[in-house]
């Protein structure tokens, strides 16, 4: 499905989208307890070693004078960062596929987090199949979003509004969990049943402290690697800092959850279905690790190869940057009521006020004339999610730099 030429810019963009895939299907594997999803995991594990294979090949090939050396260094630590990421991911598959146990309590709040991802096979006779994305409108109706496609043919992550669905198709998805029963009914699935922690039995204090700082650290780990992505396209120390902060925050939070989960393991019989959440919260500390591996890059001033930037505007969720322009749509608005996450697929990293970052901004936060908002989503959005700020969008597509006009 996926004929892009082989080029670092295309691998690298390419490496970056599979391994975000890998841990949103790592994370519903465990969600769903679903050892095909395990599978789907491992599949792409093998995609994700040819791309690294191929790209530090061609890194190497790349540099012909030593003075390239340096920036070119930059690239490989981006690709090792990127392959740990996948790394994780199937450390965090393993909790399913190896049964190390974890609770259904996890389970459950996993369930009730703001987004979750989802697999769902297009059946012969349902209302998706033999139309369009445009035509079917899933975020306005179910609120889901295709990250990929898997065909016979191969994996598809460049998924766009003119890609015709057929019966067969597996699609992965994420958004909220209430528009799954939506979802599957449009699609022809059994119909599914949300988790129950029914079998937990009486929870002790520890553990559920536990529970909700790893739900805490899923959330922290993801954010900064949006941040990290971000740093690196738009060469922001600032946005560099925080993903460190965030780094920092992630070894605070598993140094209390291995305390806690070892003090509910005391007062358990049985302490087996709490293995999964030391290695969940490892892998989901490593993740955080490598945002700020990549964000070194930015903090030390080193010469970062142009290819980065371009790759990253390359991939299916590109990054922007916009200050919040006076009297235009989002002046005064909250983020709920702007609904970027609908029309036009952003989703809000962080907003900087004056000098300030607030990363993983509330709906409730109100945006203000001056305010900086940095948000990552499809590049077919890119031209509304401007408007919504005030500006006009002139992307240069040599370069992949975004530059805005007032309206």
């Known amino acids: 499905m996926d004929d892009k030429p082989r080029n670092l810019r295309t691998l690298l963009a390419d490496a970056k989208d599979t391994s975000e895939l890998m841990v949103d299907l790592a994370y519903a594997a465990v969600y769903f307890g679903d050892p095909e999803m395990v599978e789907e995991v491992r599949d792409l594990e093998a995609s994700m070693t ?32 990127i392959e740990r990421i996948g790394n994780d991911a199937v450390n965090i598959a393993r909790i399913v596929s190896h049964r190390l146990g974890i ?13 979750v991802s989802h697999r769902v096979v297009v059946g012969t006779e349902s209302g998706m199949a033999h139309r369009t994305l445009n035509d079917l409108e899933l975020p306005v109706h ?18 766009d509004g003119d890609t015709i669905l057929v019966p067969g198709d597996v699609l992965f998805l994420e958004g909220p969990p ?49 941040l990290a992505y971000s740093a690196l396209v738009l060469r922001d120390r600032g946005l560099a800092a925080e993903v460190r902060h965030l780094e920092g925050r992630l070894d605070e939070m598993h140094d209390r959850l291995e305390t806690w989960v ?38 030390t001033g080193e010469d970062i190869h142009p290819v980065l930037g371009v790759a990253l505007a390359d991939a299916d969720e590109v990054v922007l940057s916009v200050e919040v322009a006076d009297g235009c749509e989002a002046s005064g608005a909250t983020l709920a009521d702007l609904q970027l996450d609908v029309a036009p697929g952003y989703n809000v990293l962080a907003i900087k006020r004056g000098e300030v970052y607030r990363h993983r901004p509330r709906g409730s ?3 203000g004339s001056g305010d900086v ?12 999610f401007a408007q919504i700020f005030g500006w006009r969008l002139l992307a240069d597509e040599e370069t992949g730099e975004n530059e805005f006009a007032a309206l």
């Open 365 to 367: 936060d109100a945006l």
């Open 373 to 384: 908002v940095i948000a990552s989503g499809p590049d077919e959005g890119r031209e509304r």
């Open 103 to 115: 609770p259904n309590h996890l389970v459950v709040e996993l369930s009730d987090a703001e987004e």
């Open 178 to 226: 209430a528009g799954i029963s939506a979802l599957r009914e449009l699609a022809g699935a059994a119909e599914w049943e949300s988790p129950s922690d029914e079998d937990d039995g009486p929870m002790v204090d520890e553990l559920d402290r536990a529970i909700d700082l790893l739900i805490e650290m899923k959330n922290v780990s993801e954010t900064a690697v949006g």
């Open 142 to 159: 179910t609120g889901m979003r295709i990250m990929a496609i898997r065909r016979s043919d191969g994996w598809s992550t460049d998924v």
């Open 262 to 299: 070892l003090r509910a393991a005391a007062a358990n019989t049985d302490p087996s279905p709490l293995r999964g959440l030391l290695h969940l919260a490892a892998a989901s500390e490593d993740i955080g690790d490598q945002a700020s591996q990549m964000v070194m890059l930015v903090e």
């Open 50 to 81: 040819e791309l690294v294979a191929a790209m530090r090949s061609l890194a190497v090939l790349g540099v012909r004078h030593p003075r390239e050396a340096q920036a070119m260094g930059s690239v490989l630590q981006v690709i090792s960062a």
